[in-house]
């Protein structure tokens, strides 16, 4: 019964979210713009519930010669293509709200376990076991609330499988304001070692 409720909360919390950050998106757009040449948006392919593939939308903090589907950490030098909007954006995990139409169309949750990249087979196979796939990937979640970047792949899939078996309203309430203290404090956030983007 909960996931049902659970997608009507997120669909409403998002489209919410839409209207009342707009004006903040437009400014978001802009800078980007006049910081660096390029789309204003990036997207990818991201594993979703039972393993299908879809395409994450968020705000472009790299420059457009990036090499697309790798891992931030995998680049050779990742602060040299951030760009100045990007490193604030990326900090301040401003980046992620494009992911809120991803979460409209069905694609995403506002909490649950983050998107692996495509071709992050370790991570996918890591959440099998506990049965992390089979939900819809959040905007937040438990693992990011507890290390963020910093967390090893078996230490972040398990903590995946931990908030499937407490996956509730009142653990969603939990995570979702432990991520807006994270966010605050910048906890966990470890640029050059991001397996969650390379954007």
Same mark, same amino acid.
């Given at each position: 019964?909960?996931?049902?409720?659970?997608?009507?909360?997120?669909?409403?919390?998002?489209?919410?979210?839409?209207?009342i950050l707009s004006p903040l998106f437009l400014v978001i757009a802009i800078w980007i713009k006049v910081d660096s040449p390029g789309p204003i948006f990036f997207k990818q392919k991201r594993v979703g519930q039972n393993k299908e593939l879809f395409e994450i939308y968020k705000?472009?903090?790299?420059?457009?010669?990036?090499?697309?589907?790798m891992p931030t950490h995998l680049l050779g030098d990742p602060a040299a293509f951030i760009t100045n909007s990007g490193a604030f954006l990326r900090k301040t995990s401003l980046d992620e709200l494009p992911q809120l139409i991803n979460i409209i169309k069905g694609?995403?949750?506002?909490?649950?376990?983050?998107?692996?990249?495509?071709?992050?087979?370790?991570?996918?196979?890591?959440?099998?076991?506990?049965?992390?796939? $089979?939900? #819809? !990937?959040?905007? &937040?979640?438990?693992?990011?609330?507890?290390?963020? $970047?910093? #967390? !090893?792949?078996? &230490?972040?899939?398990?903590?995946?499988?931990?908030?499937?078996e407490q996956m509730s309203f009142a653990m969603d309430v939990k995570c979702f304001f432990l991520t807006i203290k994270s966010v605050i404090s910048s906890d966990g956030v470890s640029e050059g070692w991001n397996e969650d983007k390379n954007e």
């Amino acid at each position: 019964m909960y996931p049902i409720i659970k997608r009507i909360i997120d669909f409403i919390l998002s489209l919410l979210g839409l209207i009342i950050l707009s004006p903040l998106f437009l400014v978001i757009a802009i800078w980007i713009k006049v910081d660096s040449p390029g789309p204003i948006f990036f997207k990818q392919k991201r594993v979703g519930q039972n393993k299908e593939l879809f395409e994450i939308y968020k705000f472009r903090t790299m420059r457009s010669d990036t090499p697309s589907d790798m891992p931030t950490h995998l680049l050779g030098d990742p602060a040299a293509f951030i760009t100045n909007s990007g490193a604030f954006l990326r900090k301040t995990s401003l980046d992620e709200l494009p992911q809120l139409i991803n979460i409209i169309k069905g694609q995403m949750a506002v909490i649950g376990p983050r998107p692996a990249l495509w071709n992050q087979d370790d991570l996918v196979a890591e959440r099998d076991k506990y049965k992390a796939n $089979d939900i #819809l !990937p959040g905007l &937040t979640g438990w693992a990011q609330v507890n290390g963020r $970047d910093e #967390l !090893p792949i078996p &230490t972040k899939a398990k903590l995946d499988g931990e908030y499937i078996e407490q996956m509730s309203f009142a653990m969603d309430v939990k995570c979702f304001f432990l991520t807006i203290k994270s966010v605050i404090s910048s906890d966990g956030v470890s640029e050059g070692w991001n397996e969650d983007k390379n954007e």
